[in-house]
């Protein structure tokens, strides 16, 4: 399934049938707010490393599903079928209820969610595509501060979705994210590529500063320096000549 123009992650089917222990969080339905929540710490977003999107297939060991217990399906792997299920028929009137939920309630489903939000936003109408927007943008600031390994794959889910939903409000968060100064170069790149797709000049003066810096990065040992900033300059150079310059 592709979702989305921008939509670069596919979504991944769920196992079709695990049994675990019921006394972990278990999910709303779509349209429940959740309760409860966790308050997020902020914290420097420093070097993300956006590479991986766990899921229910691939669990961080601190952050496993629990044991398993017969007859009773994990709450997550039903949630996740039922956000993909949404997505596969594009049903745009899950999108209210999708909105309602939160990463941090359910972190191994969040990527799918996350996903879906800016594949339904791309087929709605403008009210709902700038909801979609506002609400995406508010999740991306709380997972900048998280410190997870879902969050920090999550940041990248982030921009992708904010480019999807193709809404103009989504440009100022990405902005602001650029200009933060403390994206690794690889997902830098990726923001200028999102803000490139949304297709509105008040986005170039981000990426001239970012085009500043890339010879600035200082990048781990081992990554492919050249090859990455070679990768963030064709892409502030691709963006300088579609954006407009009046915006």
Request: proline share 7%; glycine share 8%; hydrophobic share 40%.
């Amino acid at each position: 399934l592709v979702l989305g123009p921008l939509a670069w992650h596919g979504a991944k089917k769920a196992p079709s049938d695990p049994v675990v222990d019921t006394t972990a969080d278990i999910a709303s339905p779509l349209g429940v707010e959740q309760k409860g929540v966790v308050a997020l710490e902020p914290h420097a977003l420093g070097d993300t490393e956006a590479r991986a999107e766990p899921g229910p297939k691939a669990t961080a060991p601190s952050e496993a599903l629990p044991e398993a217990k017969p007859g009773v399906e994990n709450p997550t792997w039903a949630l996740v079928r039922e956000i993909e299920g949404a997505a596969e028929r594009s049903d745009t009137s899950k999108l209210a209820g999708l909105l309602s939920r939160r990463p941090a309630a359910d972190p191994q489903a969040s990527g799918p969610l996350i996903r879906t939000i800016g594949h339904l936003a791309a087929l709605a109408p403008a009210r709902e595509k700038d909801r979609a927007a506002t609400t995406l943008a508010k999740w991306l600031d709380e997972q900048t501060r998280e410190t997870s390994t879902f969050a920090r794959g999550n940041v990248s889910l982030l921009v992708d979705a904010l480019a999807d939903t193709g809404s103009l409000t989504a440009v100022e968060p990405l902005v602001r994210l650029l200009d933060t100064g403390s994206l690794a170069i690889h997902l830098a790149t990726r923001t200028v590529e999102a803000l490139t797709a949304l297709g509105d000049g008040r986005a170039r003066g981000a990426i001239v500063r970012f085009s500043n810096r890339i010879d600035a990065f200082v990048l781990d040992e081992g990554l492919p320096s050249d090859e990455l900033r070679a990768e963030a300059r064709e892409a502030t150079r691709r963006a300088l000549e579609s954006l407009p310059e009046n915006g």
